[in-house]
């Protein structure tokens, strides 16, 4: 299977994944050492990332709108809609691009999660209070 078609299943795995919390799920689609970079968590292993995510989380909506991919190195872009519920039920709504790294195995080995966090932050504050 070339690089194409397999980021487009395996984004497509993701964007499922992630909205219905499944993290073994989605886990698997990580290679055991993956690190994600996030606005709101910083970096952290994979593991560690989801789970805490999936805690701050009542609900996800995601509305996929494009993929880029570099077959050259083996990363893409997921660009993606994300209506997040949080664990105190406030709703925060923004585009996301998932900066993805695939290791030789095609496991996400890295993630990063580019977003603008004004609505987020505060409301993430919140659920911690």
Not at 67 to 95: H, K, M, P
Request: hydrophobic letters at 40%; charged letters at 15%; proline letters at 3%.
């Amino acid at each position: 299977m070339d690089f194409e078609t397999h980021f487009q299943q395996l984004s497509q795995a993701y964007l499922q994944h992630l909205a219905n919390a499944d993290l073994a799920a989605l886990l698997q689609l990580f290679a055991p050492a993956a690190e994600v970079l996030s606005p709101l968590y910083g970096r952290q292993p994979a593991t560690d990332f989801y789970r805490q995510l999936f805690s701050d989380t009542n609900q996800s909506k995601l509305q996929w709108k494009d993929t880029l991919i570099n077959n050259s190195n083996q990363s893409a872009c997921i660009f993606f809609e994300y209506s997040w519920t949080l664990a105190t039920g406030e709703v925060v709504r923004f585009d996301v691009i998932d900066y993805v790294q695939l290791n030789d195995s095609g496991q996400i080995n890295f993630l990063q999660i580019v977003y603008d966090t004004v609505q987020s932050r505060p409301a993430l504050d919140k659920v911690g209070n």
